[in-house]
């Protein structure tokens, strides 16, 4: 990044990269410099960090394999259908 400064959608984007501790340390001031500023992305984020700590306690079996391979396809493609690319 080589700004310093992040936009709402960036920061969404960025979410789990932060939350799971492998956002490099001059990118990560610059998150939290916008989530000191912007409520919705702060909401956004405590909403975040609520869902992982709740399906956590999920266990692997209790979700169909036909769901959970619907999901996966879903979760794989979100960044093609954010963008306009064709799913595969």
């Given at each position: 990044?080589?700004?310093?400064?992040?936009?709402?959608?960036?920061?969404?984007?960025?979410?789990?990269?932060?939350?799971?501790?492998?956002?490099?340390?001059?990118?990560r001031v610059?998150?939290?410099?916008?989530?000191?500023?912007?409520?919705?992305?702060?909401?956004?984020?405590?909403?975040?960090?609520?869902?992982?700590?709740?399906?956590?306690?999920?266990?692997?079996?209790?979700?169909?394999?036909?769901?959970?391979?619907?999901?996966?396809?879903?979760?794989?493609?979100w960044k093609?259908?954010?963008?306009?690319?064709?799913?595969?």
């Open positions: 990044m080589n700004r310093d400064y992040l936009t709402c959608r960036e920061m969404v984007e960025l979410v789990t990269e932060y939350l799971e501790g492998v956002m490099p340390p001059r990118e610059i998150f939290e410099a916008h989530l000191a500023v912007c409520p919705g992305c702060t909401a956004y984020f405590e909403q975040m960090k609520q869902t992982i700590r709740l399906l956590g306690k999920l266990p692997e079996d209790s979700i169909e394999p036909e769901a959970r391979d619907t999901l996966l396809h879903a979760f794989r493609n093609r259908t954010t963008t306009g690319e064709e799913l595969v």
